[in-house]
């Protein structure tokens, strides 16, 4: 009696091809590519693939040090315009508070 049943057979794939990317390869490289604002050609392979990932990555964590580095510089200035407009409130002291000039300099007494 003939089975009723058919299966699907895959197409023999060629054992010296290199492998293709896997599902969760293609998922990250999306995900970073759609964070970065950036665009990859497709890999075909899962070294391809790899590679790409890593430049990604590579791409997102010096990002990440301009960020950095902005930030500091900002903070920076923001400190000097604040020095040189003489803020600092009451942490700041005045001349008469203070005596003499360098390391002979002590705090005046007030009366």
């Given at each position: 009696?003939?089975?009723?049943?058919?299966?699907?057979?895959?197409?023999?794939?060629?054992?010296?091809?290199?492998?293709?990317?896997?599902?969760?390869?293609?998922?990250?490289?999306?995900?970073?590519?759609?964070?970065?604002?950036?665009?990859?050609?497709?890999?075909?392979?899962?070294?391809?693939?790899?590679?790409?990932?890593?430049?990604?990555?590579?791409?997102?964590?010096?990002?990440?040090?301009?960020?950095?580095?902005?930030?500091?510089?900002?903070?920076?200035?923001?400190?000097?315009?604040?020095m040189a407009?003489?803020?600092?409130?009451?942490?700041?002291?005045?001349?008469?508070?203070?005596?003499?000039?360098?390391?002979?300099?002590?705090?005046?007494?007030?009366?």
């Amino acid at each position: 009696m003939p089975s009723t049943h058919t299966t699907q057979t895959r197409p023999p794939q060629d054992p010296a091809a290199p492998p293709k990317p896997t599902a969760k390869q293609m998922r990250y490289l999306r995900d970073l590519a759609d964070r970065l604002g950036q665009t990859f050609t497709y890999p075909t392979t899962r070294r391809e693939a790899s590679a790409e990932i890593q430049r990604l990555k590579a791409l997102a964590s010096g990002r990440e040090r301009d960020l950095d580095r902005d930030t500091a510089r900002r903070e920076h200035l923001q400190t000097s315009r604040d020095m040189a407009e003489q803020f600092g409130g009451d942490s700041r002291h005045t001349d008469d508070e203070v005596t003499g000039y360098g390391s002979s300099a002590t705090w005046s007494k007030r009366s």
